[in-house]
């Protein structure tokens, strides 16, 4: 099997009883046959499941499917995509190390890498995508790690993978791309000479709002150091939840193609509007970037961010009055959702910094969703006009 549809739905691990459809291994821990085989799979001799904090069949199953997917060679599930963030830094990285990480990212990562790493003695510095020239310059000789998001939460910053694979390896860096907003399904930055890719399955790899969780992919060898750390310290998914996503990996590059057309229905639709300053989506041809989209991912992806006229206060009217579209917190459901970054997801940004990542006060996120796509534009056309 080779095809991204083909093993998001056939890989599954199996029992004895010849279900069709994977059960859900709610079993804390695995018996041995033996002393002597408790001895070997302890010791790593033989492999085996042995506890739930360090593996179990349901996250096993969903972590072969991601790692088919993006093309790595093994992984590990967390409980929720803010796990794997601190994971996959955490196990890596070394007091006195330093983090060089692209300045768009998700709020909770902008707090980890500015208020938790520092208390380890780990700093970090951010690079601006828009002038890659100035990048070697903040390189320190204590930098061991590149840590970029793309597309960005919430500015739809594209940084360019093929430049980051080969800036990682010109300095010796640990690669690690938070690949949520693409998801497995458009885009593979291990394909670009990532080492390490993070996900919040919470996010399109579950895509009906129902579980958190988190996964982090890559090279065997540094996956053993990561495996290590979450075996040591907890972070496992559930079987549930494990189960859940690996289900809804089957459905993956459908529901992905539907985000991808509808959003781009979306963002063509309200392009001109006169009463947006802005309407961003990375296969829009207006993008800054749309030619490394088109480079990098199958499609554009489901969100588009809209910039009102008229500031915060102006998006607020406009929220409060829509009536199918949810207001929460999520992204990449199949029930259209829509965000204001600016009082929310990254209010504890200062408007210095939200506007260096391109988050104006009137910014609003839209993750499209599976619904008709007219319905979708009847509920933000009539939004827009009343909040006027
Ligand atoms: C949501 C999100 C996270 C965090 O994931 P959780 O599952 O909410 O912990 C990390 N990165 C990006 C880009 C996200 O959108």
Not at 108 to 120: G, Y
Not at 223 to 244: D, L, M, Y
Not at 302 to 320: E, H, V
Request: aromatic share 8%; proline share 4%.
């Amino acid at each position: 099997m080779s095809h991204f549809e083909t093993d998001s739905i056939r890989i599954q691990s199996r029992t004895n009883e010849r279900e069709h459809s994977s059960p859900i291994f709610l079993t804390s821990s695995f018996t041995f046959d033996s002393a002597e085989e408790a001895r070997a799979m302890f010791a790593d001799e033989i492999q085996g499941n042995i506890y739930s904090r360090y593996a179990n069949p349901n996250s096993s199953d969903l972590i072969e499917k991601v790692c088919a997917a993006e093309g790595t060679q093994d992984g590990i599930a967390t409980a929720s995509g803010m796990a794997a963030m601190f994971g996959s830094l955490a196990s890596l990285l070394q007091q006195g190390d330093h983090v060089l990480a692209s300045r768009s990212l998700f709020g909770s990562t902008h707090q980890l890498l500015t208020r938790v790493f520092p208390k380890w003695g780990i700093s970090s510095t951010y690079g601006d995508i828009f002038d890659y020239e100035n990048w070697d310059k903040l390189v320190q000789p204590n930098t061991k790690m590149l840590f970029i998001e793309t597309p960005s939460n919430p500015g739809l910053e594209i940084i360019d993978l093929e430049w980051a694979g080969k800036f990682a390896e010109a300095h010796n860096l640990i690669l690690v791309v938070d690949n949520c907003f693409a998801s497995p399904y458009l885009q593979q930055p291990a394909k670009w000479g990532a080492h390490i890719v993070t996900h919040s399955a919470t996010k399109y790899i579950d895509g009906q709002g129902r579980v958190l969780g988190g996964l982090i992919l890559g090279k065997k060898e540094l996956i053993k150091e990561v495996q290590f750390f979450t075996r040591h310290t907890g972070p496992s998914i559930s079987p549930f939840n494990a189960w859940i996503l690996s289900k809804s990996m089957e459905t993956l590059a459908v529901r992905m193609d539907r985000h991808c057309e509808n959003a781009l229905k979306v963002a063509t639709y309200f392009e001109g509007n006169p009463e947006l300053e802005a309407v961003k989506y990375p296969f829009l041809k207006s993008h800054p970037q749309h030619h490394l989209a088109v480079k990098q991912m199958k499609a554009g992806g489901g969100i588009i961010t809209l910039t009102l006229k008229g500031g915060a206060d102006r998006a607020k009217r406009f929220i409060d009055q829509l009536q199918m579209i949810s207001v929460t917190a999520n992204l990449g459901d199949s029930r259209s959702i829509i965000t204001h970054p600016a009082s929310t997801t990254h209010s504890k940004l200062s408007s210095e910094e939200r506007a260096k990542v391109g988050i104006a006060d009137g910014l609003i996120r839209l993750s499209v969703g599976l619904e008709h796509v007219d319905d979708i534009i009847k509920d933000v056309e009539q939004a827009i006009s009343k909040s006027k």
